[in-house]
């Protein structure tokens, strides 16, 4: 039986098969003039010359069916020579556009030609009964019952309660609704809010998402090769690109314009990713129903981390302005800086190769500026973070529980998946899924673990070579100090400068380093051959943070907690490469500690921020350089879109973030302002993502997820780790303990405090007696207080992990995962779902139900191999 088609290029569904559509639809399609039709592939080719209003919609040329998704592909316009892979991409395009229009999907096409090459843009559109039944395929949610949308804003309750102005308050037009919903059922449709108007039952993420699973699971060629979906056409080159359209344009008209009247991206620019709005609300609601549940969670994570900055911020600054007040009162720097020739210090290298003594008085400044970063008060700062880390997350629990809870996707869990495209196309063998019951391509786990194995000698080695680098910049620094301290003018400066140097040397080494292995880490998880898209990313993420976590970690770790243990005293010196093993600089090393944290993450910070900001615009110039539209005409939507850069996901978002986390927390002690640089990090952050999502990129898929997935376990992962770092720093880096104990055994004032921590050395060591930072006797051995002092550091720690831990466990208990209120909303959600959707056909049979029954029964039957699952079922439908 032969196709119709109507000037749309929409296919009416053939009847004898496909009774699920609707017969008034099917009339609608064929009274179309059919004057227009092309003889070619049954689809319009329309004019290029379209008036401006028509070209800026996302509608059909009939101005009522709406544009679900595009499929763009590529033609030479003068072919040189037809191979046989040009005609087998064209015949498996045709195959999948024709099971997809038999799947029930309505197509227009438009072609655009430059000099060289023809744009072929096929629009598509799921008519309501497609629709339908792929909601109730999809566990899709229904409304029940509106009601008001929830407000849990915390700084707004505190403001109202000061009677303080909100002007973070942002009054957003077109607010979506808030109802209680259930899972959507096909049979109950006329109990469903809403029902009774198709064109905007579904919203256009939901109808996007349809389109993208019926895109995803439709056969192109043979199923038993996993000829399917539309993912492997675009990595084979097919197509182009794949995507759903922006509403339209997102640029303000001039003239002034109702705001309910404007489009839903012109909202998203206007009230949240212009930088005008950087210290408003996040319109959250508006965000997930533009660009799904996943994205907007990501938002609502990133705007709940940066408001609890906040808080760590001011008391950060409270600590560090402590430290300016009160340091006129620290009795060791006043000793020092009054000490004039009393104290003549070690050189700092070997003496044969013209490394002068030198007089403690001499680095005045840089032991005051230490006690800004180490003085009783960063102790306390260090209790506040590990405190405030496991508070955040509690409450990012309860937080994310109320957004599943809102955005319908508490219950989500994952269907079973589809193979990963590119995993279809290289296994080598076919199984049948246990799950399913379907044969699909498989990969040997015999034949996997070698792949797994490579992949973790990779990184090993990968973590040995950031390991040489970091060794590559101590000698570095070495090396560079022994001038420095040659000359006299710039010996007090000499470890600063070498240490600040090299800092920034290390950061270059970093970024480089970061990117390499991303694309490494990228081709290593390809190679491996993980099954489903969950699997890839979640192995992916592991070893890119692995690595990331070494790579910027590393240096840091070796300045807080090795360097300077391990050099020894005069005469004895510990070597390395022939070198002297380095000594903490003039005011300590948590001081370098701050300097290099410092560097490193606010240099980080700055280069991706303008990356964020430069990397989109220049590979949109070489995009449309590329694709060369003509400039002069009037562009469509879906041209004005393909112009765009493909959005790249969340990945490198997320993981930006979770390394400042670690920054934040687990060095807090050395570095108390990091919160602060956080918190206008992320400010620019929100704008630059906003921004990028609204007006650089396409549209994305509309993605469900229920949190923030894998990363929330590597936060807590940290939040861990920043406790016992912090008490190692406190107890080994810091001054803080042996200044108490010298306190509690000598002098409460620490007077004579310096003179006691420096020790002279042995007798014919050197040339001439010096003194050196040390808790050692005459001979060169431990003396009793660093004994006593050991003991003290290793009992600090233990307390302050047990105490810290308890009462963070305490948190965890007290503060329940999901709010008291939330959980009476959900029990009475349940209620309402099941008074909607009780079945009381099992009381009283209704004539006519007999077909339902039929029905489900028709839903369990098998794939058919051209058609994939939905067709079959439909056949069996139209049968009944």
């Known amino acids: 039986m032969s196709e119709k088609l109507g000037i749309n290029g929409a296919t009416s569904l053939n009847s ?55 499929l763009v592909y590529e033609e030479e316009v003068e072919k040189k020579s037809v191979t046989s892979d040009v005609v087998k991409y064209e015949k498996w395009r045709q195959k999948f556009l024709k099971n997809i229009r038999k799947i029930g999907l309505q197509m227009e096409e438009e072609s655009v030609q430059n000099q060289k090459k023809m744009i072929t843009f096929m629009k598509l559109h799921a008519p309501w009964d497609v629709l339908v039944y792929y909601a109730e395929d999809l566990c899709l949610r229904a409304p029940l019952q509106a009601h008001p949308n929830p407000s849990d804003n915390w700084s707004e309750k505190i403001l109202k309660i000061l009677k303080v102005p909100n002007l973070m308050e942002n009054d957003v037009p077109n607010k979506p609704l808030d109802y209680y919903t259930c899972q959507f059922k096909k049979s109950k449709i006329d109990r469903f809010l809403g029902s009774d108007n198709q064109d905007t039952y579904f919203t256009n993420t939901q109808r996007s998402r349809i389109v993208w699973e019926i895109l995803s699971t439709t056969a192109y060629g043979k199923r038993k090769r996993a000829e399917i979906g539309v993912e492997r056409l675009l990595d084979e080159g097919i197509y182009k690109a794949a995507y759903p359209l922006h509403d339209g344009p997102f640029e303000v008209p001039k003239h002034y314009v109702n705001p309910e009247a404007l489009n839903d991206r012109q909202i998203l620019y206007q009230y949240w990713a212009r930088w005008g709005c950087w210290y408003k609300y996040q319109p959250l609601d508006h965000i997930r129903e533009y660009f799904g549940e996943k994205i907007g969670i990501y938002f609502a994570w990133l705007g709940f981390y940066t408001a609890w900055l906040l808080p760590a911020a001011i008391v950060g600054i409270i600590v560090f302005v402590y430290g300016v007040l009160t340091l006129g009162n620290n009795t060791p720097a006043n000793d020092v800086c009054s000490s004039g020739e009393k104290y003549k210090m070690c050189p700092l290298c070997d003496e044969d190769i013209g490394c002068a003594y030198w007089f403690l008085s001499d680095v005045c400044k840089y032991v005051k500026i230490a006690y800004l970063f180490d003085h009783p008060a960063t102790v306390l700062y260090a209790v506040f973070v590990s405190f405030w880390s496991v508070t955040f997350l509690e409450y990012w629990k309860r937080k994310s529980a109320s957004l599943a809870h809102h955005w319908d996707v508490l219950d989500f869990e994952e269907e079973e998946e589809r193979p990963r495209p590119e ?17 699909e391509p498989h990969f040997p786990k015999r034949a996997r673990i070698p792949r797994i194995l490579s992949g973790i000698a990779v990184i090993i080695i990968m973590m040995f070579l950031v390991i040489i680098f970091i060794i590559a910049v101590i000698m570095y620094r070495v090396l560079v100090s022994i001038p420095l301290f040659q000359n006299k003018t710039l010996r007090p400066q000499a470890s600063i400068i070498a240490s600040l140097s090299a800092a920034v040397v290390n950061l270059i080494l970093i970024m480089a380093l970061g990117k390499v292995y991303e694309k490494l880490a990228l081709k290593l998880t390809l190679w491996e051959m993980h099954r489903t898209q969950t699997e890839f990313e979640d192995q992916l993420t592991f070893k890119v943070f692995i690595f990331q976590f070494v790579n910027f970690y590393s240096s840091i770790f070796y300045i807080a907690f090795f360097k300077g243990r391990f050099v020894g005293y005069p005469g004895h010196y510990s070597r390395f490469f022939g070198l002297r093993n380095e000594e903490c600089n003039n005011g300590g090393c948590l001081v370098e500690l701050a300097q290099q944290l410092a560097v490193i993450m606010i240099g980080k910070q700055v280069i991706n921020n303008v990356q964020e900001f430069l990397i989109p615009k220049i590979k949109t110039f070489l995009h449309k350089y590329k694709i060369k539209m003509d400039a002069d005409l009037v562009k469509s939507r879906w041209e004005e879109d393909y112009e765009l850069i493909p959005n790249e996901g969340l990945f490198e978002e997320y993981l930006e973030m979770v390394l400042q986390f670690g920054f934040i927390t687990i060095f807090v002690a050395a570095f108390p302002l990091a919160p602060l640089f956080a918190l206008l990090n992320n400010w620019v952050e929100i704008r630059l993502d906003a921004h990028k999502f609204v007006c650089e990129t396409r549209r994305p898929v509309a993605d469900r997820a229920q949190d923030i997935g894998v990363w929330f376990s590597i936060l807590d992962a940290l939040a861990q780790l920043a406790v016992i770092s912090n008490a190692f720093l406190i107890a080994f880096t810091s001054e803080f303990l042996p200044r108490l104990l010298y306190q509690y055994q000598y002098n409460f004032d620490l007077e004579g405090y310096i003179d006691y921590s420096l020790s002279s050395s042995p007798n014919g060591t050197m040339n001439q007696t010096c003194r050196y930072k040390d808790f050692r006797d005459k001979d060169g051995n431990y003396n009793l207080f660093y004994w006593h002092l050991l003991a003290i550091r290793l009992s600090f720690v233990i307390v302050f992990e047990h105490v810290v831990f308890g009462i963070c466990r305490m948190i965890d208990i007290m503060v329940p995962d999901v709010p008291e209120a939330l959980e009476l909303k959900i029990k009475r959600e349940r209620y309402l779902a099941k008074q909607a959707l009780a079945d009381t056909d099992t009381i009283m049979k209704i004539p006519g139900d007999e077909a339902d029954e039929d029905e489900d029964i028709a839903k369990g039957e098998e794939d058919d191999d051209d058609l994939g699952t939905i067709s079959v079922k439909m056949e069996k439908e139209d049968k009944v």
């Open 423 to 439: 995993y279809a196309a290289k296994a080598p063998t076919y199984e049948k899924n246990p799950i399913t019951g379907v044969r």
């Open 16 to 70: 004898d098969k496909y009774g699920s559509i609707k017969k008034q639809d099917e009339d609608k399609v064929n009274i179309l003039d059919q004057d227009e039709l092309s003889s070619d592939n049954g689809l319009e080719l329309h004019a290029r010359t379209q008036s401006p209003d028509v070209a800026s919609n996302c509608f059909f040329r009939d101005g009522h069916r709406r544009i679900d998704f595009v």
